[in-house]
C-alpha cells in the first residue's frame, strides 16, 4: 500500500459562551448592518423579493452547482442560470451587453477584475471586516481594486513542490538542501533532471516560486494599493543581484527548459526526478502515483525571501446592469451572503476540484492532497488583477527557456532585463 501526505489538521477554535463574548458580536453586528444601510443595501427580506429575477452567467462547472443549490430561489427570488462555454467567453460577452442583454451577477477570474472596474461593467460589494476575514488575504486580495472589494472568491489555486519520499527522505529545509539532494541524484544516474518543471516559452507560472524566490515580482503597487504597470519588477535590483543562481542551475542541470508540462509529469511519475513544481490540475496524476511522495512549499532561496507562487482564484461579482434591473441589493446579498456558505463554496470545490476559498469549507475538505496545496500557497502573492499582465508572460516564459537551456543558454543577467525591457515596450505601446 502507498502511503500519502496526510492533510493539515485544522486548528479548532474554543467557544467562549460569556455574555460579554455575545454582547460584543451582537455589537459588531449591528455595525455590519448600520454600515449596509449606509450603502443603501439594506438586508432584502424573501417577502421583498418574491418575484423577482437573478440572471447570472456562469461557466459549465459553477453553472451546475447554482443549478443545483438554488433550485428553489434565492430569500424568494428565482436564480436564472445562464451558462457560457467557458470564462473567457463569459467575459467577452459581458463586455458586450448591455443592461437589456446583461446579467446581475457574473463568474469571472480575479485577473479580470481591473479591466471590469475600468470599464465600468462591476460594482464594489460591502464586505465586512468579519466577512473579509473568512478568506485567505492573498485569495481575497486578488478582487480588489481602488481599495474596494469587487468579488467573492468561491476557490483558488498555486502550484507546489511534490517530492519523491522514496529518493528524498527527508524534506529539504532550504533550497541549497534541495540542490544538493537533486545534484547527488543526478550524479549518480538516478534521475536525469533536479527539479522537473514545466516551462518551454511560456513557463513563468509554473517557475514563478524560483523567480520570486530571488526577488522578482510582476508589478510593484500604487499608492492606493493597485499593482502599478509603470513598475514592473522583472529585473529589479535584488533579483539581478541573485540571478546568478539561476546560471548555476542551468550548468548543474538543475533546471531544463526543453520540458513540458507533459514531460515534467511524464519524468516525474518514471521516478527520473526527486522532484516537480505543478499544480492541482494534476491532481488525478498525483493521487495515482505507486511512490510515497510529499507536497509542499519551494522553500526559502534568497534568506528572508518567500519563493511565493502566484494565487489565481475564481469568483463571482454584481454588475452595474443590477441596478437597471432594480435588484442591485438583492444581487449583492446572493453574492455576498448567499455564495459565502460552507455548504456552497465545498460544493464549489467538489465541482472543481480545488481548494474552496472560504477557510472554514477549506479545513472541511476532504482531499489532504488539495489541502497540501493550499499550505504552499500560503505566502502566495495574488495574481496580477489587471490587464497589463497579459504582456508579461511570454517574456518572462522566455527569459527563463533562454536561460536555462543548457550549453546555449544566456546568462540570467541579460535575458530577464531583456525580458523587461520587451514588457515595458509593451505596456506603454
Given at each position: ?16 459562551r ?29 417577502a ?32 436564472q ?39 465600468r ?30 468579488g467573492?472568491p ?39 533532471v ?10 513563468g ?9 530571488l526577488g ?45 508540462r ?92 480545488r ?8 479545513y ?32 518572462l ?16 543577467g ?16
Open positions: 500500500m502507498t502511503s500519502r501526505m496526510p492533510g493539515s489538521t485544522p486548528r479548532r477554535c474554543s467557544r467562549t460569556s455574555r460579554s463574548r455575545l454582547r460584543t458580536l451582537r455589537g459588531s453586528l449591528t455595525a455590519v448592518v448600520a454600515a449596509g444601510l449606509a450603502w443603501g443595501l439594506a438586508p432584502v427580506t424573501p421583498q423579493a418574491a418575484g423577482e429575477v437573478i440572471i447570472v452567467w456562469a461557466d459549465p462547472i459553477r453553472a451546475s452547482v447554482l443549478q443545483r443549490e438554488f433550485a428553489g430561489g434565492f430569500q424568494g427570488a428565482t436564480v442560470v445562464v451558462v457560457k462555454d467557458s470564462l473567457s467567453m463569459l467575459k467577452t460577452d459581458f463586455l458586450a451587453s448591455t443592461p437589456e442583454t446583461g446579467p446581475d451577477v457574473i463568474a469571472v477570474e480575479q485577473e479580470s477584475t481591473g479591466e471590469l472596474v475600468q470599464a461593467k462591476v460594482r464594489a460589494l460591502k464586505v465586512s471586516s468579519a466577512l473579509a476575514k473568512k478568506f485567505p488575504a492573498n485569495v481575497l486580495a486578488g478582487f480588489r481594486y481602488d481599495q474596494r472589494v469587487y467573492i468561491v476557490q483558488f489555486e498555486n502550484v507546489a513542490l511534490i517530492t519523491n519520499a522514496g529518493l528524498v527522505k527527508d524534506p529539504p529545509k532550504n533550497f541549497t538542501k534541495l540542490m544538493k539532494a537533486a545534484d547527488a541524484l543526478k550524479a549518480a544516474g538516478t534521475t536525469e533536479g527539479i522537473a518543471v514545466g516551462q518551454g516559452a511560456t513557463g507560472y509554473d517557475t514563478y516560486p524560483l523567480f520570486s524566490g522578482g515580482y510582476l508589478f510593484g503597487s500604487d499608492a492606493v494599493g493597485n499593482f502599478d504597470p509603470s513598475d514592473v519588477g522583472v529585473a529589479n535590483p535584488t533579483f539581478l543581484s541573485n540571478a546568478g543562481r539561476i546560471d548555476r542551475w542551468n550548468r548543474t542541470g538543475l533546471l531544463n527548459s526543453t520540458y513540458t507533459d514531460t515534467a509529469r511524464a519524468v516525474f511519475v518514471a521516478g527520473r526526478s526527486a522532484f516537480w513544481i505543478t499544480g492541482p490540475w494534476d491532481l488525478a496524476t498525483i493521487k495515482k502515483l505507486t511512490f510515497r511522495y510529499r507536497i509542499s512549499a519551494v522553500p526559502e532561496i534568497a534568506k528572508g525571501i518567500p519563493a511565493a507562487p502566484i494565487v489565481g482564484a475564481k469568483g463571482f461579482m454584481v454588475t452595474t446592469h443590477a441596478k437597471a434591473h432594480g435588484v442591485k441589493a438583492l444581487a449583492s446579498q446572493f453574492v455576498t451572503d448567499g455564495l459565502t456558505t460552507k455548504k456552497l463554496q465545498l460544493a464549489f470545490g467538489q465541482a472543481s476540484q481548494l474552496p476559498a472560504l477557510t472554514e469549507a477549506a472541511a475538505f476532504n482531499d489532504p492532497q488539495l489541502k497540501a496545496f493550499g499550505l504552499a500557497g500560503a505566502s502566495g502573492v495574488p495574481w496580477p488583477n489587471i490587464p497589463q499582465v497579459r504582456s508579461v508572460w511570454l517574456p516564459g522566455t527569459a527563463w527557456a533562454n536561460a536555462t537551456k543548457g550549453a546555449e543558454a544566456v546568462p540570467a541579460a535575458a530577464f532585463p531583456e525580458a523587461q525591457a520587451q514588457i515595458v515596450a509593451a505596456i506603454g505601446g
